[in-house]
Structures are given as structure tokens and as C-alpha cells.
């Protein structure tokens, strides 16, 4: 069974860091592109960011592009998320998720999310 | 970015009618990277339909997926009362990756 457990999550202050991991097990998690997406409370989902099987490559949204850097660890089968200079804006539960190929990229298998609260 | 933009944003319905939700992408997408997702209240999102119109694994034939370009739909027939919860368009075509705003379905 595919199972992606994030944690990490909590209240900071403004302009603080916060890093945040994510789990998996149950598929070869080497082998998948893997994926975060957040969503404000109230709000719709926001894609923020993708990493390749291997780390070389990695995609962000505009929002987060040099605050944010996602990494991952596939000896330890976890992905990342570093959370630098962060805003209120960025307040929001933060889902990790694997990406698969099949003419074209499926966010097939998601966690239940860690909470990321940005207050003074 | 892709705006895509979900119509109507909350739609009123009984058990057992038909539910018809549109995705309007402001550029063309490719239809292979276009996807459904339903969301229920404290819960992740779940996959529904991928390419358009390709059922995920272990997803009901009630549901079902449609359209290219600019224009997608997905239907769900037959409303059972699980089916009552927020649906996404997501398109994987260019990047920035983006969402619709999402369709609330509501028991009527």
C-alpha cells in the first residue's frame, strides 16, 4: 500500500524557517518524480513544487522561488520541503504527493497534509 | 499561467441526479494533462480522472470525464451521498502547474 506521511508542520513567525518531510513507503519511491501542494484555509490547492527521481532537477512555483527548496533522501525514502523568509501568505497545509507518468503527470497518491501556520 | 476556471461554483443537487462540472482553461491544454480531483472537508485531495478522461484506479464508472482544448467536463451520474464534496481541474500542461478554484457539489 502507498502511504506518504507528512510532518514538520507548526506556528512561526514572519521571515522565520520551517522544514518540512514527508514519508513514503509501499512503492519504489526512487522511481517517482515527487510533489508538493498547499492550500490556504478556505482556499483551492496551489502547486508549489517538483522534484526529479534522482534530486537533479527540481520546478517551483513564482510565489516561493528562492524561499523554498525541495529536496529528497531515497536511501531514507523522504522528501523535503525547506521553508525559508516565511510570509503570512504562506499559511496553508502542505500536502506531499507522487507524481506518475502516463501520457501525461498524475498526482496519484497524496498524504494527508501538515499544517503551517505563519503568525507573530 | 493557465487559469483554469471552474463553473458553477456550488452546485445544488438531490441523491441520484446527474452532476455536470465545467473546467474552462484561459489557453489551450493539452488534454493528456488535464485531471479531476474530489476533496472532502479535513481531507487530502483524491484523484479521480487523469488525461481528461481516464477513470483512477478504483474509481466508479459514475464518474466520468470529458473535453480538450479549452473546454472540460466531468459528469458524475447517479449522485451517491459520498459524492457530495469539492471537485479540482488541474492542468500539468504548462508550467506553472495550476488548479481551478473548485466546484462545491451540495445536497440540495
Known amino acids: 500500500e502507498v502511504r506518504l506521511v507528512e510532518s514538520g508542520g507548526g506556528l512561526v513567525q514572519p521571515g522565520g524557517s520551517l522544514r518540512l518531510s514527508c514519508a513514503a513507503s509501499g512503492f519504489t519511491f526512487s522511481s517517482y518524480w515527487m510533489t508538493w501542494v498547499r492550500q490556504a484555509p478556505g482556499k483551492g490547492l496551489e502547486w508549489v513544487a517538483n522534484i526529479m527521481q534522482d534530486g537533479s532537477e527540481s520546478y517551483y512555483v513564482d510565489s516561493v522561488k528562492g524561499r523554498f527548496t525541495i529536496s529528497r533522501d531515497n536511501a531514507q525514502k523522504s522528501l523535503h520541503l525547506q521553508m525559508n523568509s516565511l510570509r503570512a501568505e504562506d499559511t496553508a497545509v502542505y500536502y506531499c504527493a507522487r507524481l506518475a507518468w502516463s501520457n501525461g503527470w498524475i498526482f496519484d497518491y497524496w498524504g494527508q497534509g501538515t499544517v503551517v501556520t505563519v503568525s507573530s | 499561467e493557465v487559469v483554469l476556471t471552474q463553473s458553477p461554483g456550488t452546485l445544488s443537487l438531490s441523491p441520484g441526479e446527474r452532476a455536470t462540472l465545467s473546467c474552462r482553461a484561459s489557453?489551450?491544454?493539452?488534454?493528456?494533462?488535464l485531471a479531476w480531483f474530489q476533496q472532502k472537508p479535513g481531507q487530502a485531495p483524491r484523484l479521480l480522472i487523469y488525461?481528461?478522461?481516464i477513470r483512477a484506479t478504483g474509481i466508479p464508472d459514475r464518474f466520468s470525464g470529458s473535453g480538450s482544448g479549452t473546454d472540460f467536463t466531468l459528469t458524475i451520474n447517479r449522485l451517491e451521498p459520498e459524492d457530495f464534496a469539492v471537485y479540482y481541474c488541474?492542468?500539468?500542461?504548462?508550467?506553472?502547474?495550476?488548479f481551478g478554484q473548485g466546484t462545491k457539489v451540495e445536497i440540495k
Open positions: 488541474q492542468q500539468c500542461s504548462i508550467s506553472p502547474w495550476t
Open positions: 488525461g481528461a478522461s
Open positions: 489557453q489551450s491544454v493539452n488534454g493528456g494533462y
